[in-house]
T-cell receptor, first 114, second 116 residues
Framework: ETGVTQTPRHLVMGMTNKKSLKCEQHLGHNAMYWYKQSAKKPLELMFVYNFKEQTENNSVPSRFSPECPNSSHLFLHLHTLQPEDSALYLC?????????????FGSGTRLTVV | AQTVTQSQPEMSVQEAETVTLSCTYDTSESNYYLFWYKQPPSRQMILVIRQEAYKQQNATENRFSVNFQKAAKSFSLKISDSQLGDTAMYFCAFMKSQGGSEKLVFGKGTKLTVNP
C-alpha cells in the first residue's frame, strides 16, 4: 500500500449507469490527479486538482465529472459512458512545490463499459 | 508541448543479465525532471528512479541506473542482475518543474519480461 487508495478495484457498468470512482490519500499531498491508461497508449492526464481547486481539464468529455471535496479525497463521477471509455483509471497525488517532485499512484480502477 | 518516446514496446532478458531500456524526450525547458516508473501486474505505478536535469551525475538506485544525455535528450534505464520480480511495464516520464501541480508526461511504455 503506497498511501493512495482507490476503490473499487474493478467496475463493470452499462452505458446508462451512473457510478463513481474514489481516491483517497493521507500523505499530506496537496495536488491530486486522474489519469486514464488504455492499452498501447501513453497515460492520459484527465484532471488536476491543487488545494481542492481544479487547475486542469485536459479536454475530457463531460460524461466524466471530477469532484475534490478536500485535499485528501478525489472522485470521478461517471455517467452515460461509451465502450471506448473502458480503461484503467489511475489516481495520483504529489506534494506541494518545493517538497520534491514525484507522484504517488494508487492501484487503479479497472473499468469495463458494456 | 513535451513528448516522451519509448521505442521498444517489448523486451526480454535472462535472469541475472543486464538490460537497457531506451527513452528520448523533447522539450525546450532547461530544467526539468525525468523519471522511470515500473508497473507490475498488480497495476501499482512504482517510482524506480529520478533524475534532475541540472545534475550531470547519473542517478543510481541499487541495481537500477540511468544514462542521462541532456544534449541528446536521452534517458535510458539500465537494470543490472535482472530478477524475475523486475518483470513489468516500464514507463519513462517527464516533469517540467518541481512539484506543485505540475503534470507528468509519460511515454507508451516498454514491457520487460525476465526469463528464468
Amino acid at each position: 500500500e503506497t498511501g493512495v487508495t482507490q476503490t473499487p478495484r474493478h467496475l463493470v457498468m452499462g452505458m446508462t449507469n451512473k457510478k463513481s470512482l474514489k481516491c483517497e490519500q493521507h500523505l499530506g499531498h496537496n495536488a491530486m490527479y486522474w489519469y486514464k491508461q488504455s492499452a498501447k497508449k501513453p497515460l492520459e492526464l484527465m484532471f488536476v486538482y491543487n488545494f481542492k481547486e481544479q487547475t486542469e481539464n485536459n479536454s475530457v468529455p463531460s460524461r466524466f465529472s471530477p469532484e475534490c471535496p478536500n485535499s485528501s479525497h478525489l472522485f470521478l463521477h461517471l455517467h452515460t459512458l461509451q465502450p471506448e471509455d473502458s480503461a484503467l483509471y489511475l489516481c495520483a497525488s504529489s506534494p506541494k512545490r518545493g517538497q520534491g517532485p514525484g507522484y504517488t499512484f494508487g492501484s487503479g480502477t479497472r473499468l469495463t463499459v458494456v | 508541448a513535451q513528448t516522451v518516446t519509448q521505442s521498444q514496446p517489448e523486451m526480454s532478458v535472462q535472469e541475472a543479465e543486464t538490460v537497457t531500456l531506451s527513452c528520448t524526450y523533447d522539450t525546450s525547458e532547461s530544467n526539468y525532471y525525468l523519471f522511470w516508473y515500473k508497473q507490475p501486474p498488480s497495476r501499482q505505478m512504482i517510482l524506480v528512479i529520478r533524475q534532475e536535469a541540472y545534475k550531470q551525475q547519473n542517478a543510481t538506485e541499487n541495481r537500477f541506473s540511468v544514462n542521462f544525455q541532456k544534449a541528446a535528450k536521452s534517458f535510458s534505464l539500465k537494470i543490472s542482475d535482472s530478477q524475475l520480480g523486475d518483470t513489468a511495464m516500464y514507463f519513462c516520464a517527464f516533469m517540467k518543474s518541481q512539484g506543485g501541480s505540475e503534470k507528468l508526461v509519460f511515454g507508451k511504455g516498454t514491457k520487460l519480461t525476465v526469463n528464468p
